[in-house]
């Protein structure tokens, strides 16, 4: 059988379930995960009786950023092919954001590189007191120009300039300083402090929410051309395929501190 990477359900009121699937890497993702989730969002978004989209992770991690032995077999392939998924990578990221419905992440444990993007591209995000974060790509040689702009629109360029260069892990205490995420709660009450909020996006009607999100987005500039996501894009993937992805990739896979890191 397939393996569901992401799966989706819809209840009675219209609020959606979307859940990143794959728990035994700790949801990291890989291109079917990439597909899926472009996949359900397009239902989602086609779905008028969808009312609410809440996004979360099986397991024990809401999300760990790459799969990284996927993305080294991903750097064998040639520049086509690594510059589709990189395409992919930016699409899923945009259509998170601009879909035109609420959406809501509950993060809990990990929430890592992309994971960030995943969570920074929802309208509202919630954390669990033991979630714990980190912008890692560049640790690994890699840059993470597609969730740039969302992460921008929450952190700020001055917050986000210094967590995406030193990559240092924060808590979720941290993270509602300076703006990653909206509340923080106990990791068994993630569901009991979505539900109001839920409830409140209920109460308004869906043309409203939509054009109000629309309006938002718009002064915040984070609807992108095609030509502006291939920016994106193009980047992303030409790093991948560098000699400090290399060495990245490879000190990560071989549990190895790596060449750039001084001695002594």
């Given at each position: 059988m397939t393996e569901q990477t992401v799966l989706l359900d819809i209840d009675e009121?219209?609020?959606?379930?979307?859940?990143l699937n794959r728990p035994d890497v700790n949801n990291a993702y890989n291109g079917k995960m990439i597909e899926a989730l472009i996949d359900g969002l397009d239902v989602l978004?086609?779905?008028?009786s969808v009312r609410v989209v809440v996004l979360s992770g099986n397991g024990r991690h809401f999300?760990?950023?790459a799969d990284l032995k996927w993305l080294n077999e991903v750097r064998e392939r040639n520049w086509s092919e690594n510059l589709a998924v990189s395409r992919n990578t930016?699409?899923?990221v945009q259509a998170l954001t601009t879909l035109a419905k609420p959406t809501i992440a509950l993060v809990h444990g990990g929430c890592f590189g992309g994971g960030t993007g995943i969570a920074a591209a929802c309208d509202i995000v919630l954390a669990a007191d033991n979630a714990v974060f980190a912008i890692s790509e560049a640790?690994?040689?890699l840059i993470a120009s597609p969730i740039v702009p969302q992460l921008i629109s929450r952190l700020g360029p001055g917050r986000l300039r210094r967590y995406s260069l030193t990559c240092?892990?924060?808590d979720a205490t941290r993270a509602y300083e300076i703006g990653l995420v909206d509340e923080v709660?106990?990791?068994d009450q993630l569901e009991a402090t979505a539900a109001p909020i839920i409830d409140a996006l209920l109460h308004s009607p869906p043309e409203a929410l939509?054009?109000?999100?629309?309006?938002?987005?718009?002064?915040?500039?984070?609807?992108?051309s095609v030509l502006e996501m291939e920016e994106m894009a193009r980047p992303h993937a030409a790093k991948r395929l560098s000699e400090e992805a290399d060495e990245g990739l490879s000190s990560f896979l071989e549990k190895r501190k790596p060449s750039w890191y001084p001695e002594g």
């Open positions: 009121r219209g609020v959606a379930r979307v859940r978004a086609e779905d008028e999300q760990a950023g930016t699409r899923a640790r690994w040689g240092e892990r924060f709660c106990a990791v939509a054009e109000s999100k629309a309006a938002v987005l718009k002064c915040a500039r984070l609807y992108f």
